[in-house]
T-cell receptor, first 116, second 109 residues
Framework: ETGVTQTPRHLVMGMTNKKSLKCEQHLGHNAMYWYKQSAKKPLELMFVYNFKEQTENNSVPSRFSPECPNSSHLFLHLHTLQPEDSALYLC???????????????FGPGTRLTVL | GQNIDQPTEMTATEGAIVQINCTYQTSGFNGLFWYQQHAGEAPTFLSY??LDGLEEKGRFSSFLSRSKGYSYLLLKELQMKDSASYLC??????????WGAGTKLIIKP
């Protein structure tokens, strides 16, 4: 247990569906991250939130929409996805993003998403 | 550009020693992380190096050479449960992690 939980663990959706992924951290952290992990590829950073404010959006298509209502919860809303979006979506958290400070990121187990 | 290179797959024998190498190119450098990821599970933090040299933690050690842009993870007395992917990540000047694609380690009896 890393202190970061994600639901659901597995999700199959059609290209016209709308679904949401949920992440919750119990570590008292203030920074949260969404990553995409595809087979044999490096982790791709999608979004970063620091104290509930989005600080990073790495050119992610608008069919992915993040939401961070508080420092403990992070959502990823999905709509009209493509088959190439099938991947493992990982959530992570860290103490906080502050200049001159190195934080270790702690990961959830991920949601395995399949888009048909 | 920024890049992290590590072997795709390695095989080792139970009880033996294995070294997983990682070379990095980052814009600025704020340290090198190693994570372990079992299939279907969360990546878990193993080590962080920012100064040159070897850091030992039980059966696992991590080494860094900043001048060579090189790190390795050393696993001793291998156990079957060490079968996993090992992810190398460099932290750049913006404190963002640049990830390698991971090394899948297969342990054979």
């Amino acid at each position: 247990e890393t202190g970061v939980t994600q639901t659901p663990r597995h999700l199959v959706m059609g290209m016209t569906n709308k679904k949401s992924l949920k992440c919750e951290q119990h570590l008292g952290h203030n920074a949260m991250y969404w990553y995409k992990q595809s087979a044999k590829k490096p982790l791709e950073l999608m979004f970063v939130y620091n104290f509930k404010e989005q600080t990073e959006n790495n050119s992610v298509p608008s069919r992915f929409s993040p939401e961070c209502p508080n420092s403990s919860h992070l959502f990823l809303h999905l709509h009209t996805l493509q088959p190439e979006d099938s991947a493992l979506y990982l959530c992570a958290s860290s103490q906080a993003l502050a200049g001159g400070h190195v934080d270790t990121q702690y990961f959830g187990p991920g949601t395995r998403l399949t888009v048909l | 550009g920024q890049n992290i290179d590590q072997p795709t797959e390695m095989t080792a024998t139970e009880g033996a020693i294995v070294q997983i190498n990682c070379t990095y190119q980052t814009s600025g450098f704020n340290g090198l992380f190693w994570y372990q990821q079992h299939a279907g599970e969360a990546p878990t933090f193993l080590s962080y190096n920012v100064l040159d040299g070897l850091e030992e933690k039980g059966r696992f050690s991590s080494f860094l050479s900043r001048s060579k842009g090189y790190s390795y993870l050393l696993l001793k007395e291998l156990q079957m449960k060490d079968s996993a992917s090992y992810l190398c990540a460099g932290m750049d000047s913006n404190y963002q992690l640049i990830w390698g694609a991971g090394t899948k380690l297969i342990i054979k009896p």
